[in-house]
């Protein structure tokens, strides 16, 4: 597609119970990230994945977050027994390498009650 | 020290006003400098990318200085509609991974 697409656009979730966000990127783009963004907060760094190369999982915040990316295309990020401080908005960005900017998705709001 | 750091305002300024916003970043082998917009509850967007020359897109001039590792954005004649928050972007020497600073947030007043 011409953007990066995101799904769902909102998720509310009961606390304890696993989510699944997807992203699409711009197809050719061979790097894709995760970023969450708390309300009135900065960007925090998630995810990286480039190519076939091993994914950069510093910034994952615990053990309960998990993503993969697939034929080197659409990502998947799992948040394992959520919990309310993972309330925020999930962005993916892509973008061709290096040196280029990203793209990024329209995120998905997740709401944990 | 935080990798990327800018003045989080928010500057209040009036239409037609000049503005700028500064940015600093800590690691002197960066090969890459974007600015980006991000409006209230969207997604950041692309407004340029900085080039060591310096360069200009209509109203917005974007420049860098390697010596002092520090990345600027001036706006000219400012409109309600450049109310945003400014983010200052760097790319590590590996060219790819970017790094976000916290964001300038600007506000146009009648």
């Known amino acids: 597609g011409a953007g990066v697409s995101q799904s769902p656009s909102n998720k509310v979730t009961e606390k304890g119970k696993d989510v699944e966000l997807r992203c699409d990127p711009i197809?050719?783009?061979?790097?894709l990230y995760w970023y969450r963004q708390s309300l009135g907060q900065g960007l925090e760094f998630l995810i990286y994945?480039?190519?076939?190369?091993?994914?950069?999982k510093s910034g994952l915040p615990s053990d309960r977050f998990s993503a993969e990316r697939t034929g080197g295309s659409v990502s998947t990020l799992t948040i394992q027994r959520t919990q309310q401080e993972d309330s925020a908005v999930y962005l993916c960005a892509s973008s061709r390498p290096p040196g280029y900017g990203y793209t990024f998705g329209s995120g998905t709001r997740l709401t944990v009650v | 020290r935080k990798e990327v750091e800018q003045d989080p305002g928010p500057f209040n300024v009036p239409e037609g006003a000049t503005v700028a916003f500064n940015c600093t970043y800590s690691n002197s082998a960066s090969q890459s400098f974007f600015w980006y917009r991000q409006d209230c509850r969207k997604e950041p967007k692309l407004l340029m990318s900085?080039?060591?020359s310096g360069n200009e897109d209509g109203r917005f001039t974007a420049q860098l200085n390697r010596a002092s590792q520090y990345i600027s954005l001036l706006i000219r004649d400012s409109k309600l509609s450049d109310s945003a928050t400014y983010l200052c972007v760097v790319g590590g020497d590996t060219g790819n991974m970017l790094t976000f600073g916290g964001g300038t947030r600007l506000m146009v007043k009648p």
């Open positions: 197809s050719g783009h061979t790097a």
């Open positions: 994945f480039q190519g076939n190369s091993a994914p950069d």
């Open positions: 900085v080039y060591s």
